[in-house]
């Protein structure tokens, strides 16, 4: 049966299911599967009490939705047929569309009707748990998500849905229509959930340039799941932005001793001994960068950066267009060619480079400002 029928077909399902959740509540009282309490009290174990007084569970859902849910959607029948109901709801009920930022909880993505990749995992984990399945968090491990702002890589991971159905995996995306080609999966428990989803939010906070919004959400991704690399690599970037370059050091090479093979951490510890002077160190990471993964355009935008401080430019564009042939559709590739390019005084070049990185991210702050800058009548 195809994910995408129609709102009518999923309207006759709905009433079939409303019936035969009469039938149920006729015979005896079904308890939904819940799982809240007992993450609860684990991370109440592992935080402060000022910071796990302000957590929240992000696949918990509000009496109010879980009635919404309850009404429509039956915990009988068999498991194949509850997951499509599920993804059906979801997609064809609540029409729920894709929005890149904020990352929601299940709750704020139910009601907004939108929401990314997680935002859709927590809701489909919440209202799959409530029809007695075992749904649980995946992270796909070969695609990542970076962003690169002020010489620094923001980490962000990406997660998918998992059942068991029959004794295979089987994984549940935002638009699961199209066809993905992820082949590393690595199911995770709910608390390293927790942690990727305090990750999304102290990493948008970051490229909205807010350190300090950042910090707590950090802090509680890292105190979830101490080892979560991700975490570790965006609370190093809170540290360095507000001065504590010792701090993020410290916290970087313990990082890195967990994830020796981390581009992210790697490129940022690299950034944190320049801050601090010590320029051999940093350059003896970039070279250990180059020979482990000549297919991160970071590295590339990172080099033409420092090449471009250094007032030489021809091997900053070189470094770019390295960039620009490991992965063209990044923005902070076209900004680095940008930057080149203004420096070179070839405006035109930079201002086409600038608006290919707005059709590739409207909302990039960098983008927009060097628009608005080229903008601006020159002479």
Not at 44 to 66: G, H, N
């Amino acid at each position: 049966m195809p994910v995408f029928q129609g709102f009518r077909s999923f309207q006759v399902r709905s009433i079939a299911s409303l019936l035969a959740v009469a039938v149920l509540v006729g015979c005896s009282q079904y308890e939904p599967f819940d799982t809240t309490e007992h993450v609860r009290e684990q991370y109440r174990d592992r935080l402060p009490a000022e910071l796990a007084d302000r957590v929240e569970i992000p696949f918990e859902l509000s009496e109010e939705v879980a009635a919404e849910v309850d009404a429509l959607l039956s915990p009988i029948g068999d498991q194949k047929k509850r997951i499509q109901d599920i993804v059906d709801y979801i997609f064809s009920g609540l029409d729920l569309q894709y929005s890149l930022l904020p990352t929601r909880n299940a709750d704020e993505t139910f009601v907004a009707r939108s929401g990314n990749c997680l935002s859709f995992v927590n809701l489909f984990v919440a209202i799959a748990r409530r029809q007695r399945l075992n749904p649980f968090y995946v992270e796909v491990e070969d695609y990542q998500r970076w962003n690169y702002s002020q010489g620094v890589v923001v980490s962000r991971g990406h997660i998918v849905a998992g059942v068991n159905v029959d004794g295979d995996l089987q994984t549940y995306d935002f638009l699961p229509y199209r066809p993905k080609s992820y082949k590393d999966f690595n199911p995770i428990d709910d608390l390293t959930a927790m942690a990727h989803y305090y990750n999304n939010l102290g990493a948008e906070a970051l490229m909205r340039e807010q350190p300090e919004v950042a910090e707590p959400y950090l802090v509680i991704a890292n105190s979830l799941a101490p080892d979560f690399e991700k975490a570790i690599n965006n609370l190093g970037i809170v540290l360095m932005r507000r001065g504590g370059t010792d701090e993020a050091i410290a916290l970087y090479e313990r990082g890195l001793a967990l994830h020796p093979d981390s581009v992210p951490l790697l490129n940022n510890l690299a950034r944190a001994y320049q801050n601090s002077g010590r320029q051999q160190e940093a350059m003896n990471l970039l070279g250990r960068m180059e020979k482990l993964n000549q297919t991160n355009p970071f590295i590339f935008v990172y080099r033409g950066e420092l090449a471009l401080a250094e007032g030489d430019n021809d091997a900053a564009l070189e470094f770019m267009r390295q960039a620009l042939r490991t992965d063209s559709e990044i923005p902070e590739v076209h900004l680095g060619l940008a930057k080149v390019f203004i420096a070179r005084g070839e405006l035109d070049r930079a201002r086409h480079h600038v608006e290919r990185a707005l059709k590739l991210d409207a909302t990039h702050d960098e983008a927009r400002r060097y628009a608005a800058m080229l903008s601006r009548p020159t002479g």
